[in-house]
């Protein structure tokens, strides 16, 4: 496993082009934006560069800080696209 992010904040830095290459000519910082879930029940991070804005997926490992896992999942929950009051009116 290549780990490519920090396990206390999750942010990451543009050095693969894939896993493991240390090919990406960037080098910029990349922001945890959420967290997808495979099949086997698995989570990952999903990071965008904040340089190119390019998004790369992210094993999660077994030290990471599971509070910031968790914040990272949940924020869209938090930050909705739309007003909680719309939810009302249906």
């Known amino acids: 496993m290549h780990r490519n992010h920090c396990p206390n904040c999750a942010w990451s830095r543009h050095v693969d082009r894939t896993p493991g290459d240390r090919d990406a000519e960037c080098g910029s910082l990349m922001e945890p ?3 997808t879930v495979r099949g086997d029940g698995e989570w990952v991070l999903v ?3 904040v ?3 390019e998004v790369h997926l992210n ?4 030290d990471d800080n599971p ?3 968790l914040r990272i999942a949940v924020r869209p929950l938090a930050r909705t696209p739309f007003p909680m ?3 009302a009116e249906l």
């Not at 094993?59 to 077994?62: K, L, P």
Request: glycine share 16%; hydrophobic share 35%; net charge neutral.
């Open 59 to 62: 094993r999660t490992a077994g």
């Open 33 to 35: 934006i959420g967290i």
């Open 47 to 49: 990071h965008r560069c």
């Open 51 to 53: 340089g190119c804005d």
């Open 85 to 87: 009051e719309y939810l």
């Open 67 to 69: 509070l910031v896992l």
